[in-house]
T-cell receptor, first 109, second 115 residues
């Protein structure tokens, strides 16, 4: 079966750095997406990785290792507004998105 | 402004009633999707459509129905056969066949509560 694993919840301090991990087992691979979702709102796109390595976009970076079935989202200089759930999704061989349950990130002052 | 719109944001339904959730997009996307989100779970695919007048069941289609008569519109009906319909419903759209694949865009969601 297809499976995406993420930690359920993480806590970090304002101004710090946090890494949210995602491991996956899917039928084929056409890329991995990270989304941010504030409570009660729609997910918004953060990043897309299809090749191994690090993609940097401002305070957010995303890393992919296809051989390990592993990705992480790195958030730097954390702000209170970064408190949200972070969803990892893999596009499988049929170009369908398989979603993880999301990681709830709590930022403390 | 281009985007994807769901309505209503909050919906209450009595047990035994059918209810239809609206989803409209003006992004000219061919693909549209309906997801259900429950607390502590990932997004689960209900139905998707990649072309007008055609749609496919997702992982949890039982108790739901859809139509795709226009490219812009993909309404979801929650029927009385759905035993546990209280959830947050998200509609999304995307380009089909992009290289590389592009992200899906989401509507604001509809929170359905059965009373």
């Amino acid at each position: 079966g297809q499976n995406i694993d993420q930690p359920t919840e993480m806590t970090a301090t304002e101004g710090a750095i946090v890494q949210i991990n995602c491991t996956y087992q899917t039928s084929g691979f056409n890329g991995l997406f990270w989304y941010q979702q504030h409570a009660g709102e729609a997910p918004t796109f953060l990043s897309y990785n299809v090749l191994d390595g690090l993609e940097e976009k401002g305070r957010f970076s995303s890393f992919l290792s296809r051989s390990k079935g592993y990705s992480y989202l790195l958030l730097k200089e954390l702000q209170m507004k970064d408190s949200a759930s972070y969803l990892c999704a893999v596009m499988d061989s049929n170009y369908q998105l398989i979603w993880g349950a999301g990681t709830k990130l709590i930022i403390k002052p | 402004d281009g985007g994807i719109t769901q309505s209503p944001k909050y919906l209450f339904r009595k047990e035994g009633q059918n209810v239809t959730l609206s989803c409209e997009q003006n992004l000219n996307h061919d693909a549209m999707y309906w997801y259900r989100q429950d607390p502590g779970q990932g997004l689960r695919l209900i139905y998707y459509s990649q072309i007008v007048n055609d749609f496919q069941k997702g992982d949890i289609a039982e108790g739901y129905s859809v139509s795709r008569e226009k490219k812009e519109s993909f309404p979801l009906t929650v029927t009385s056969a759905q035993k546990n319909p209280t959830a947050f419903y998200l509609c999304a759209s995307s380009i089909v066949g992009g290289d590389p694949p592009t992200e899906a865009f989401f509507g604001q969601g509809t929170r359905l509560t059965v009373v």
